[in-house]
């Protein structure tokens, strides 16, 4: 009996709120006295009133049903409505499960209990003249115990309810993009406030929300992806114990629509391409066979040259597909027939260096100036940023091939533009540089090529002092 008292005493000073551990403290005491019927009593006082300080804390923190809730609490007891609040003790722990969350269904069946044996002790007519309720020395201490442990040492933590919440939260403006203090809001607004056997519905939540969204979901796809990496990065047991297991099962319920969101969440989360089986993989290979066939089959342009097409949404959504090794073939000899306009927006959404040869090859059919730029432009400009010191020698070649390419005046800008990246990122080699320095001096043109030189002699690549008469060169080719 006395380890038992002293374990109650260790748990009474686990409760977060002092009145609410005022109660419990005298429902023990009463324990300690035996006076059992008066100890239940004490206990449901000090769940019903801590729960109900649980919504007062949300409501303060913003959350519009707490709000509304509190709002109708005060008001009947101001008015001293004793029939309205005794309906709101009634409802209680159906409310907090339903409408807050803050207790799940096995925890509801122990405190329903509790409620139960509290109205035995209050109301002993409803047991009969005859035989009172008369509980157990052990059944009141489980009473306690569950109180403290299911309630009055839990901060308002909360469940489904506050998992849609979220879903909701994260489309306003106001949610925060950034990821590392995404991470801080989601875990100090949300997970901090999760049951831990929740976590994992949470995190299958977002994913599911990644690979099939709703029309509501669709416009913060890119917050979802920075909110999957956050939760896997900060919960990385659930991560990896409840949400990784769980995601074959959701993949094989995926439309053909809604297929290539898988490629969005592999780009949040790397780790998960095991995931994709030999049976997902022919349904991707086969969406973009189909592609490839229906641009084979493209009419051509009414006024001549490439042919008409226009990528759908999961067309577009296939190319995202490049972090799959076995789809990168496939999705490069599609890109290669693409007409500019549609290949120029791939390469807005789903940059990769693997679409860098084609590029260069482009490049060299250019007709004339004008061409050249808009080729420059389509095609090598929107991969600057991650193109490689090796990727520079086949593109000053590809420059280099032709007087419509080196001589065209956008091209010299858009050339010390990727240069600018390159230099940037640590990634120009001064022996590169050195020949296309020479080759343009052996043509004539190197003081046309002035903002090149400033970027790589600056930047102490190429040693390249201003030509002493470059000022005084009033007239440029084209």
Same mark, same amino acid.
């Given at each position: 009996m006395h380890q038992h008292l002293t374990d109650l005493d260790a748990l009474a000073?686990?409760?977060?709120?002092?009145?609410?551990?005022?109660?419990?403290?005298?429902?023990?005491?009463?324990?300690?006295?035996?006076?059992?019927?008066?100890a239940i009593v004490a206990t449901w006082v000090a769940v019903s009133f801590?729960?109900?300080?649980?919504?007062?804390?949300?409501?303060?923190?913003?959350?519009?049903?707490?709000?509304?809730?509190?709002?109708?609490?005060?008001?009947?007891?101001?008015?001293?409505?004793?029939?309205?609040?005794?309906e709101f003790?009634?409802?209680?722990?159906?409310?907090?499960?339903?409408?807050?969350?803050?207790?799940?269904? *096995?925890?509801?069946?122990?405190? @329903? +209990?509790?409620?139960? %044996?509290?109205?035995?002790? !209050?109301? /002993?007519?409803?047991?009969?003249?005859?035989?009172?309720?008369?509980?157990?020395?052990?059944?009141?201490?489980?009473?306690?115990v569950h109180a403290v442990t299911l309630v009055l040492a839990r901060p308002?933590? *909360?469940?489904?309810?506050?998992? @849609? +919440?979220?879903?909701? %939260?994260?489309?306003?403006? !106001?949610? /925060?993009?950034?990821?590392?203090?995404?991470?801080?809001?989601?875990?100090?607004?949300?997970?901090?406030?999760?049951?831990p056997d929740l976590f994992?519905?949470?995190?299958?939540?977002?994913?599911?929300?990644?690979?099939?969204?709703?029309? @509501?979901?669709?416009?913060?796809?890119?917050?979802?992806?920075?909110?999957?990496?956050?939760?896997?990065?900060?919960?990385p047991d659930a991560w990896r114990a409840s949400v990784v297991p769980g995601i074959p099962r959701l993949?094989?319920?995926?439309?053909?629509?809604?297929?290539?969101?898988?490629?969005?969440?592999?780009k949040a989360a790397p780790d998960l391409l095991p995931l994709l089986d030999a049976g997902t993989l022919h349904r991707l290979e086969a969406l973009i066979d189909t592609m490839s066939e229906r641009l084979r089959q493209a009419p051509p342009s009414l006024f001549g040259g490439e042919?008409?097409?226009?990528?759908?949404?999961?067309?577009?959504?296939?190319?995202a597909g490049m972090v799959v090794p076995q789809l990168t073939d496939r999705l490069v000899a599609v890109f290669e027939q693409l007409p500019r306009v549609a290949a120029n927006k791939v390469l807005e959404e789903h940059p990769n260096r693997r679409f860098l040869n084609h590029g260069y090859t482009r490049l060299r059919t250019a007709r004339d100036f004008r061409s050249a730029e808009a080729l420059y432009r389509s095609y090598i400009a929107p991969l600057a940023g991650m193109m490689q010191a090796e990727d520079v020698p086949a593109l000053l070649d590809a420059v280099m091939?032709?007087?419509?390419?080196?001589?065209?005046?956008?091209?010299?800008?858009?050339?010390?533009?990727?240069?600018?990246?390159?230099?940037?990122?640590?990634?120009?080699?001064?022996?590169?540089?050195?020949?296309?320095?020479?080759?343009?001096?052996?043509?004539?043109?190197?003081?046309?090529?002035?903002?090149l030189r400033v970027v790589l002699h600056d930047g102490g690549v190429v040693e390249w002092p201003e030509t002493p008469d470059a000022d005084e060169l009033d007239e440029q080719p084209e």
């Open positions: 000073l686990t409760v977060r709120e002092p009145r609410s551990r005022d109660y419990i403290q005298e429902a023990i005491a009463a324990y300690r006295a035996g006076a059992y019927r008066a801590d729960l109900t300080i649980k919504i007062r804390e949300i409501a303060v923190d913003g959350d519009g049903q707490a709000n509304e809730e509190m709002a109708a609490f005060d008001g009947w007891v101001q008015a001293g409505n004793q029939g309205k609040l005794q003790e009634g409802k209680l722990l159906g409310k907090v499960q339903s409408r807050f969350g803050f207790l799940n269904a *096995q925890d509801v069946l122990h405190l @329903e +209990r509790l409620k139960e %044996d509290r109205n035995h002790c !209050a109301h /002993p007519s409803f047991y009969g003249d005859q035989d009172l309720f008369a509980p157990t020395s052990e059944l009141v201490r489980m009473h306690i308002p933590i *909360q469940g489904r309810v506050l998992i @849609e +919440r979220f879903m909701t %939260d994260l489309r306003s403006p !106001a949610f /925060p993009r950034d990821g590392d203090k995404l991470a801080r809001y989601m875990n100090e607004r949300y997970l901090d406030r999760v049951r994992g519905r949470f995190g299958t939540t977002l994913v599911a929300a990644v690979v099939k969204p709703s029309a @509501e979901q669709v416009s913060s796809n890119d917050v979802l992806l920075t909110t999957v990496m956050a939760f896997a990065r900060t919960r993949i094989e319920g995926l439309t053909s629509e809604q297929l290539p969101n898988l490629f969005r969440l592999l042919k008409s097409f226009t990528l759908s949404a999961t067309e577009m959504a296939l190319f091939s032709d007087r419509q390419i080196w001589d065209a005046t956008d091209i010299r800008s858009q050339l010390a533009s990727t240069a600018r990246v390159l230099l940037e990122r640590g990634e120009a080699r001064a022996a590169d540089w050195e020949r296309f320095r020479a080759f343009i001096f052996e043509k004539g043109v190197e003081s046309w090529y002035g903002e």
